[in-house]
């Protein structure tokens, strides 16, 4: 280094000396700091608001964006119930539908299955299922009331035989 | 020798570049300038063109494949750019300082950073007479001190045309010097 610094007093001593050009006081020093201005890029020192170890940041980010997913997963969930049961209403309530439920029985099901589209057959069997149970749970709820009924009314000596025998019915019917 | 290769090996690493790119400020500033400013004349140009020259070396030390020493792809950097500010002058303003000699004499004693007598006058206007490439050739081997193996590879002339155009150029000038004392 101390001879490459002799080496250049020697050059601008003999452009000075035998072409009697000048330069500008500390001209090198200053030329030195505008050209590493111009190509190197302060390093700008990071400031953090807030920091978190990240043993500790990445399992909290990991929660959060599973909490996220999860709320938006069951707002879908919840929206394709919805639809299907709309679905459902929208199938059931059409007049065809309701002309074939009119009278519900295993052959007009199957009669009626086949004006039903394809693609809305599964629709169909559910509506057709819902019907069914709600319409039996409910028959089988009158039925019930009505043995109690008419048990008020049979005479003691005979009311566990008419138990017996509308309870059997009601189950295997 | 050595040297140049630790420093080209640092200044390819992006960790050590910056400091070694300061380390390569103080080495070659000093010459590349005076280099430039031989070719452009004026301070302020030789300026503009140093800065411009250490930016593309900056940019482009990656791109250096050692197949001339570090020194010499410089000196070469800062001779192109040197040229090309000079076509770009030549553009403005139509007169060309190589081929001009007044021109390159009214460039010359017009910066105020010129402070020459009668004598150093006397020879710059010796060599403002001289061929472009004598000029350059001189320039490189008197001033800047570099060997003609390296003045061929910055130029891409052989060696034995340079030698040629050299002592022609000195005995030019001394032959001019001499005429007019």
């Known amino acids: ?173 | 020798m050595n040297q140049e290769v630790e420093l080209i090996k640092h200044l390819k690493n992006p960790k050590l570049k910056n400091q070694a790119f300061k380390d390569l400020l103080d080495l070659y500033q000093e010459r590349l300038y005076w280099h430039i400013r031989k070719i452009v004349i004026t301070h302020d140009n030789a300026n503009d063109v140093l800065q411009e020259t250490f930016i593309r070396i900056f940019n482009g030390i990656n791109n250096f494949e050692e197949k001339s020493s570090l020194h010499t792809w410089m000196y070469r950097i800062a001779y192109n750019e040197s040229i090309r500010f000079l076509d770009k002058n030549k553009i403005k303003t139509t007169v060309s300082i190589e081929q001009d000699n007044n021109a390159y004499i009214k460039n010359l004693t017009e910066d105020s950073f010129f402070n020459g007598n009668e004598l150093q006058l006397k020879l710059n206007e010796a060599i403002s007479e001289l061929s472009t490439k004598q000029k350059r050739v001189f320039h490189m081997k008197y001033f800047d001190d570099l060997s003609f193996h390296d003045i061929s590879e910055i130029l891409n002339i052989s060696e034995n045309t340079l030698k040629s155009s050299y002592y022609s150029a000195v005995k030019t000038i001394e032959e001019k010097i001499l005429a007019q004392c």
């Open chain 1, 1 to 173: 280094m101390e001879n490459s610094n002799q080496y250049n007093k020697n050059i601008s001593r003999l452009h000075k000396e035998k072409l009697g050009m000048e330069i500008p006081e500390n001209f090198f020093a200053k030329s030195k700091e505008n050209i590493l201005n111009k190509v190197i890029i302060p390093e700008k020192t990071k400031q953090t608001i807030f920091w978190l170890r990240p043993m500790i940041a990445y399992p909290m980010a990991a929660s959060i964006i599973l909490a996220i997913a999860l709320t938006f997963w069951m707002q879908n969930n919840d929206n394709q119930n919805t639809e299907q049961i709309t679905n459902t209403e929208q199938i059931t309530n059409t007049e065809e539908v309701k002309l074939l439920n009119s009278d519900f029985n295993d052959d007009d099901f199957l009669i009626s299955s086949l004006m039903v589209a394809d693609s809305e057959m599964d629709t169909y069997l559910d509506s057709y299922i819902i019907n069914k149970v709600m319409i039996e749970a409910e028959l089988s709820e009158q039925k019930l009331e009505n043995i109690f009924i008419n048990s008020v009314l049979i005479e003691d000596s005979l009311i566990n035989n008419y138990i017996d025998k509308s309870l059997i019915e009601n189950i295997v019917l």
